[in-house]
Structure formats: structure tokens, C-alpha cells
């Protein structure tokens, strides 16, 4: 899946919000109150955005159809880039100290040894 920007991020967060806890999609003008736009040309723009991107759906012609797509798999997505960055700032900080590095995931669970070559940062 693409990024998304700052904005359609913030839209994304809001709709998942908003149909968890209603069971239905708002309006165009929840959306605009709720992203303080008093215009409903940035919210279809962001939505149809969102749509090409893959994280929502809606039926042409039809009020209240938006669906989130995958809603999980954003989850993974982002719980595996913060562990990529947790990861890596382990290893920076176990590098600088020369000592083990220990990596695991739910499938393997190994060492590795790291060169004691100095490193510059």
C-alpha cells in the first residue's frame, strides 16, 4: 500500500474511528467539522486519494458506503516499521557499545556477532 500524507492520514485515522464506534460512515460534513474544512472539496479530494491508494471503498451515487479496507493489514504495516526503527536504534546503540546483538521474531530466534571494528557515527 502507498503512504499516505499528513492529511489523508488524519482523515484515515478519523473514518476508522468514526465507523467503529457508529457502525456506519459520516457524512461529508462530519467529515469537514471534524478536519475543521469549511470546504467539501479537500475531504473528496483526501477520500478519493484514499480509495486509489487501496484503504478504502464506496458505492458510486450512494451516501454513508465508505468501507476501510484491511484495516489489519495497516496495523501490520506499521507495527512492522516500528520495529524496524526499534531494531535498528538496538543495534546503533549495541554496535557503539561492541557488544551482542539480539534479534527475534516469532519464527527464529538468533545471534549475531558484530564486527568490534570501529564504527564511526
Request: glycine share 2%; charged share 25%; hydrophobic share 30%.
Amino acid at each position: 500500500m502507498e503512504k499516505l500524507t499528513d492529511a489523508q492520514n488524519e482523515l484515515y485515522e478519523w473514518l476508522m474511528g468514526y465507523i467503529k464506534s457508529h457502525q456506519h460512515s459520516p457524512s461529508i460534513r462530519q467529515m469537514m467539522q471534524a478536519m475543521n474544512l469549511k470546504s467539501p472539496a479537500p475531504i473528496q479530494s483526501r477520500l478519493e486519494h484514499l480509495r486509489n491508494k487501496g484503504y478504502i471503498e464506496w458505492s458510486e451515487g450512494k451516501a454513508r458506503t465508505i468501507r476501510i479496507i484491511h484495516p489489519e493489514k495497516r496495523l501490520e504495516e506499521h507495527t512492522s516499521e516500528l520495529q524496524s526503527r526499534e531494531t535498528t536504534t538496538y543495534a546503533v546503540s549495541c554496535l557503539k557499545k561492541k557488544k551482542y546483538v539480539y534479534f527475534s521474531d516469532m519464527h527464529s530466534r538468533y545471534l549475531l556477532w558484530l564486527s568490534l571494528t570501529p564504527i564511526k557515527f
